[in-house]
């Protein structure tokens, strides 16, 4: 069965410090791997996703993930972080569409981040 | 462009009354629907999706049900809701067909409390 762990379940850094979530998967065969973000009281936001090509992704808000199969990580970076990422994080894995997966995914239990000024 | 919508946003409802909580796709078709829970400081949990009309499958025994009666809407129900019912209820949508990689886009979410 596919799971993901998000080891940290609270960060906190300082503006404009640089930031990293991390996430570790377990998947049978090759994932699909995402990262969501949710403000309170909001539904999830698609930051950037995996599925194949380049391990490096990029995604919006200046946000990036590097996919590493040998390590079974996928690991959210932001170089400079802004009091407006205050939010809380999901890793999500899939599979593809085919067979059984029906695009299913299997989430993270979350990571807040907190920003201080 | 799509549009995901869910009503109401919020709602308290006693211990023992029915739910119906409704979830509607605009943009797209035959989409593959998800709801999901969200209990504090838990993640998500996927209750029900559904592939098409009238096809629900359950991912966890409880005391909800799902139905999809039209292509584009997705309802969550309950006959007699119980306090663990309470939390934060997302719908979901994903198009499977072809585009190679599978990301869900999310409503706003429902608030529910049960008291």
């Known amino acids: 069965a596919q799971s993901v762990t998000q080891p940290d379940i609270h960060i906190t850094v300082s503006e404009g410090a640089s930031l990293e979530l991390r996430c570790n998967y377990s998947?049978?065969?090759?994932?699909?791997l995402f990262w969501y973000v949710q403000s309170p009281g909001q539904g999830l936001q698609l930051l950037l996703k995996?599925?194949?090509?380049?391990?490096l992704v990029q995604g919006i808000k200046g946000f990036e993930a590097e996919f590493k199969r040998s390590q079974s990580s996928f690991n959210l970076r932001k170089p400079s972080v802004h009091w407006s990422d205050a939010a809380e994080y999901f890793c999500?894995?899939?599979?593809?569409?085919?067979?059984?997966?029906?695009?299913?995914?299997?989430f993270g239990q979350g990571t807040i981040l907190t920003v201080h000024p | 462009s799509q549009t995901i919508h869910q009503w109401p946003a919020t709602l308290v409802q006693p211990v023992g009354s029915p739910l119906s909580l409704e979830c509607t796709v605009e943009?797209?078709?035959?989409?593959?629907l998800y709801w999901y829970r969200q209990a504090a400081g838990r993640g998500l949990q996927l209750l029900f999706y559904?592939?098409?009309?009238?096809?629900i499958s359950s991912e966890v025994p409880q005391n909800l049900s799902a139905s999809r009666p039209q292509d584009r809407q997705f309802i969550l129900s309950s006959k007699k809701l119980l306090l663990s019912d309470s939390g934060f209820y997302l719908c979901?949508?994903?198009?499977?067909?072809?585009?190679?990689?599978?990301?869900?886009?999310f409503g706003p979410g429902t608030r529910l409390t049960v008291t």
């Open positions: 979901a949508w994903t198009d499977l067909r072809g585009r190679g990689s599978y990301e869900q886009y």
């Open positions: 998947y049978g065969a090759t994932p699909y």
């Open positions: 995996y599925f194949s090509g380049d391990t």
């Open positions: 999500a894995v899939g599979g593809n569409a085919g067979g059984t997966s029906y695009g299913k995914l299997t």
């Open positions: 943009g797209t078709s035959n989409p593959n």
């Open positions: 559904s592939v098409g009309i009238g096809q």
